[in-house]
Nanobody, 121 residues
Framework: QVQLVESGGGLVQSGGSLRLSCVGS????????LSWLRQPPGKALEWIAD????????NYAASVKGRFTASRDNDKNTAYLQMDNLKPEDSGVYYC??????????????WGPGTEVTVSS
């Protein structure tokens, strides 16, 4: 079965950096685009980035563009999200997702348990 496991979250001061990892299994990792989502405390899920199956293309939400970088190592079945110049509003639970799509009731797809990021001011 599809499994995605995020890690690398933690507590960091404003302006700091973190690198999140996402290990995938149970599907052909190198043939799938992946997405990153986050859910700030008390708020809805928010899409923040996509990365193409081969890592050559990525798209970002305006709120993170220029500060976050998505990448992947298909030999390791692992995707990464490098987060620099973190701000308190970046706090939340971060997820990587496969087959992400937006439906009338919200996001759908497969994602892992998430990893929590807290940015202190």
């Amino acid at each position: 079965q599809v499994q995605l496991v995020e890690s690398g979250g933690g507590l960091v001061q404003s302006g700091g950096s973190l690198r999140l990892s996402c290990v995938g299994s149970g599907f052909p990792f190198s043939q799938n685009h992946l997405s990153w989502l986050r859910q700030p405390p008390g708020k809805a899920l928010e899409w923040i980035a996509d990365i193409s199956y081969n890592g050559r293309g990525a798209n970002y939400a305006a709120s993170v563009k220029g500060r976050f970088t998505a990448s992947r190592d298909n030999d390791k079945n692992t995707a990464y999200l490098q987060m620099d110049n973190l701000k308190p509003e970046d706090s939340g639970v971060y997820y990587c997702a496969k087959d992400l799509r937006l439906t009338s009731t919200g996001f759908a797809g497969s994602w892992g348990p998430g990893t929590e990021v807290t940015v202190s001011s």
